[in-house]
């Protein structure tokens, strides 16, 4: 949970952490961060998405690892890992904006005026049917560009950016500006640069580059390299509504209990029904993703039930003590 996050919460009520359990999303061990832990990698072209997963996989000796977005092989740019627990988490940056920097050429010369007036035709929201080569069914959908705008010109090769919404084929808005310039126009290279509020300006870890750091750390017992690359999963939450929760309500959430309203201790100003949440400790770690089922100002003034719809458990069972008990079952004479 970031200093900003904090900034913008309610408090509904308080109480302290035991330090004896958990640990402060920002003071993790390398250990720990190899299973609550998040990896901006840059993906090269050549291998597919899930091969660059596998070579991760080997680098850092892990079981578990997932990656958020696929990239085309061919494709180069910003990849999100999750490590362990931690690809729990990657479902959140699916739907958040993705950005590309993409080289292409068109078949003919247009005046300036005509390449900006047929670009602005494909900001807002537009029609998109996949390509024939793509992993869903090719059915006409809608997708919004938010942003489009050419870098830079030589001739017929555009340098572009696009900044949309996530599922929108680039390859396929070349195609498709082409058919309005009149000749055509192929995509010649793509790059993303950005998934969600991870960008490429951040700074990227390679896989030369973990692959030293992991060396340096498991040789020497060096981790200083291998912590700078691993982001704390918190950090895939950034963009989310926040609720911190009392210690005792941790495990009992871990093993698939709703979140009461006696276990809320701080919520987001302005939090509305129906708002994806990221459940917290006091202690900044990610428990869960939930939907709201009520206001801010139904919330404070609740005494019982329930607040929120469980969608996602990030933290594994057991990290807190039980301080539940299971309802008893009557007995029978």
């Not at 580059?209 to 992991?214: I, P, S």
Request: aromatic share 8%; with cysteine; hydrophobic share 35%.
């Amino acid at each position: 949970m970031t200093l900003k996050q904090l900034e913008n919460l309610v408090e509904i009520d308080q109480d302290i952490t035991d330090d004896a359990y958990g640990t402060y999303y920002d003071k993790r061990t390398i250990e720990q961060l190899l299973n609550y832990g998040i990896i901006i990698l840059d993906k090269p072209p050549g291998p597919t998405s899930h091969e660059t997963v596998a070579w991760t996989k080997r680098i850092l000796k892990l079981p578990k690892i997932g990656h958020s977005g696929t990239l085309d092989p061919q494709v180069s740019g910003v990849l999100p890992l999750g490590l362990g627990e931690a690809t729990k988490a990657l479902g959140v940056l699916l739907y958040g904006p993705k950005e590309y920097h993409a080289l292409g050429r068109i078949h003919s010369l247009p005046s300036k005026e005509k390449l900006d007036e047929t670009i602005d035709l494909f900001r807002g929201e537009i029609f998109q049917k996949p390509p024939q080569r793509s992993a869903v069914v090719r059915q006409t959908r809608t997708r919004t560009i938010y942003e489009f705008e050419v870098l830079e010109q030589k001739e017929r090769l555009l340098l572009t950016r696009i900044l949309c919404e996530a599922g929108t084929y680039i390859r396929k808005l070349y195609y498709d500006l082409g058919e309005l310039l009149g000749p055509g126009a192929t995509m010649i290279e793509l790059r993303r640069t950005r998934v969600d509020q991870f960008r490429e300006t951040d700074g990227l870890v390679t896989l030369h580059e973990l692959a030293n750091a992991f060396a340096i750390w498991e040789e020497e017992k060096d981790d200083s390299k291998l912590m700078k690359m691993i982001k704390p999963v918190e950090c895939a939450f950034s963009e989310l509504k926040s609720v911190v929760i009392r210690d005792s309500a941790v495990d009992a959430m871990c093993h698939g209990a709703q979140l009461a309203i006696p276990g809320i201790l701080q919520i987001s100003y302005n939090l509305k029904k129906g708002d994806i949440v990221a459940i917290y400790t006091q202690k900044g770690e990610a428990v869960a993703l939930a939907e709201s089922t009520m206001s801010e100002e139904e919330i404070r003034d609740a005494t019982k039930g329930y607040a929120f719809e469980t969608k996602r458990i990030i933290m594994a069972p057991n990290t807190y003590p039980k301080k539940w008990r299971r309802k008893s079952t009557p007995r029978k004479d």
